[in-house]
DNA sequence: AGTCACCTGATT
DNA sequence: AATCAGGTGACT
């Protein structure tokens, strides 16, 4: 499910829902969650305090309480958190929850447990953060930024735009789609691609994330029914021996770092 | 820089 | 039964 489109979607969508209650409790189904602190330390802390405020950076989801301290979440693969409205009907695959003094629940829904739900102080959770690169979608990322940052690295591009201490936030759909639109391929070294190639890529990134950011938001604003026209069109990922939406060859699949990379020989060069 | 392990569920 | 998965950190 989620790179950055999809989870600020998820904290959009919980601003919306979430309003000043005050949680009662908190269940860590699984400590693997939370680990290395232990589950009762949140259980511990979060009681009678409230969402103040909710940002995201990069992939991470960050909750300020009235407490102070930060409820940090990182939904993995497959991680999803939402008010249900009824505590009693949360989903099986429910590996955390915070019960709501109105009756509602903050549900992390998490069906391969690779996510992750901490408490942190300010200087803890700067600690967790801090090395996260910059936010494709704020000023801060210029053509100048990604040409920089580029410049002095020997790995291939399409691992490079997955590294999160260079750029926050993408993954493997949103990196695969990016170089197609900028007809690069993956395996380009990206301390050796030009900078007129590179400004071509900057602005894939952002168009790509702006797209899907829309999609996501409309997506994920429908509980029950995804509307399918409205999600993001992929033009190569998940697509192999398909042919290219551009060129009509047929797109290919790679692994690189281990993970697949999907691309169209053809256009991307 | 590449491989693996962490988990579970959906699909082939 | 085997393979694949939108992520990440810890290993060679």
Redesign the pocket.
Known sequence: ???LP?VEAVSRRLHKQLGKVEIVSAHILRP?LAHPQPPSHIEANVRQTSVEKIRRR??HILLNLTNGMTLHF?L??TGDLYVCDDYRFRP??TRAWFELADGRALIFDD????GHVNLYTAAELEAVIQHLGVEPLSKDFTPEFLRERARRS???IK?FL?D?TKIAGL???YAAESLFRAGIHPERIAGKLRPARLERLHGAIVNVLEDALQS?CTAYMRPGRFREAESFAVQVYGRERQRCVTCNRKVGRI?Q????TYFCPGCQT
């Open positions: 499910m989620p790179e999809e693997r990069g992939k990182h993995g693969m099986h695959t069906a391969r447990v690779l020997s790995v291939s691992v997955m999160q993954g493997n759909i996501a692994q770092g281990g993970r697949s």
